[in-house]
């Protein structure tokens, strides 16, 4: 099951920071960790 919590197409570094404002939490999935 995968669940996208924002939008997916935004480069790594906006969507690890608006996780990390909006919901508080640091992705860990492999998509994020390819930086």
């Known amino acids: 099951v995968v669940i996208s919590y924002i939008e997916t197409a935004a480069s790594t570094t906006t969507r690890r920071k608006a996780l990390k404002e909006q919901y ?5 999935c492999i998509r994020c960790m390819k930086v």
């Open 24 to 28: 508080l939490f640091n992705c860990m």
